[in-house]
């Protein structure tokens, strides 16, 4: 479920939060360095790491990192 705040969505889905968290525990890399490759904020990866939800632009970017891709299913 997606929520708009201030031009931003806000990802509520817990699979893509799960996916993330996943991935930053597991990639042999610092939140240092994630920040530093992605320019996310080591502050939105630790609310991140931590359950927080984030923004459709920073799960997309996070996802693209780890090698991820969205795609919109078609529907019926």
Do not use: V, W
Not at 4 to 27: F, L, P, S
């Amino acid at each position: 479920m997606l929520y708009q705040k201030q031009a931003a969505y806000i990802i509520m889905d817990m699979n893509i939060t799960k996916i993330i968290i996943h991935e930053i525990k597991t990639c042999g890399k610092s939140r240092y360095q994630i920040s530093k490759e992605t320019g996310i904020s080591q502050a939105a990866l630790f609310k991140i790491n931590n359950g927080r939800p984030c923004t459709s632009e920073t799960a997309d970017i996070l996802l693209a990192y780890f090698g991820y891709e969205l795609k919109k299913r078609k529907r019926g």
